[in-house]
T-cell receptor, first 116, second 113 residues
Framework: GAGVSQSPSNKVTEKGKDVELRCDPISGHTALYWYRQSLGQGLEFLIYFQGNSAPDKSGLPSDRFSAERTGGSVSTLTIQRTQQEDSAVYLC??????????????FGSGTRLTVV | AQKVTQAQTEISVVEKEDVTLDCVYETRDTTYYLFWYKQPPSGELVFLIRRNSFDEQNEISGRYSWNFQKSTSSFNFTITASQVVDSAVYFCALTDSNYQLIWGAGTKLIIKP
């Protein structure tokens, strides 16, 4: 696609439920990042994928968070047993390289997760 | 460890004034990249500039200009003749050898008509 696509755009879930957030990066972009942005805050790094290399998971806040990237393209971020503090906008970005490209990192519109 | 500091939480100016947004960074690497992004009220992140550590030339793009000074580890952003449409949160970010794009807390810029 022309841009980074994220779905759903909004998700309301009950505390304790599992959620899956999807990111479809720009075709050909080998680098894919997940970030979390809480209300009025900056972006918090969660995880990145680069090609077939092992992902850098060091930003994941707890073992309830996991992510995978299938076939070097689509990525899914899974949050198990959601808690209210997980409520945030989850942003996905892709790029030609881990250090960005001439267009920086291209971000999706995000998934706004609300845990009630 | 990497760190990006945007000390100005919020700036408010009247339209047509010039305004400078400060960004100070920390990294132990000699090779790194710096970025500025704009986040308008609609929420999307808009890429403004990418600068590598070996290119200290200042850049101008229309009303926007960037001043990169390695000696003070700063990468400041100036908007000349500000307009109401410039109102947004502006983020500075850094990536170095660990590839984790680290972000400042952002500066909320309010341009009053």
């Amino acid at each position: 696609g022309a841009g980074v696509s994220q779905s759903p755009s909004n998700k309301v879930t009950e505390k304790g439920k599992d959620v899956e957030l999807r990111c479809d990066p720009i075709s050909g972009h080998t680098a894919l990042y997940w970030y979390r942005q809480s209300l009025g805050q900056g972006l918090e790094f969660l995880i990145y994928f680069q090609g077939n290399s092992a992902p850098d998971k060091s930003g994941l806040p707890s073992d309830r968070f996991s992510a995978e990237r299938t076939g070097g393209s689509v990525s899914t971020l899974t949050i198990q047993r959601t808690q209210q503090e997980d409520s945030a906008v989850y942003l996905c970005a892709s790029s030609l390289a881990l250090r960005g490209d001439n267009y920086g990192y291209t971000f999706g519109s995000g998934t706004r997760l609300t845990v009630v | 460890a990497q760190k990006v500091t945007q000390a100005q939480t919020e700036i408010s100016v009247v339209e047509k004034e010039d305004v400078t947004l400060d960004c100070v960074y920390e990294t132990r690497d000699t090779t790194y990249y710096l970025f500025w992004y704009k986040q308008p009220p609609s929420g999307e992140l808009v890429f403004l500039i990418r600068r590598n550590s070996f290119d200290e030339q200042n850049e101008i793009s229309g009303r926007y200009s960037w001043n990169f000074q390695k000696s003070t580890s700063s990468f400041n952003f100036t908007i000349t003749a500000s307009q109401v449409v410039d109102s947004a949160v502006y983020f500075c970010a850094l990536t170095d050898s660990n590839y984790q794009l680290i972000w400042g807390a952002g500066t909320k810029l309010i341009i009053k008509p």
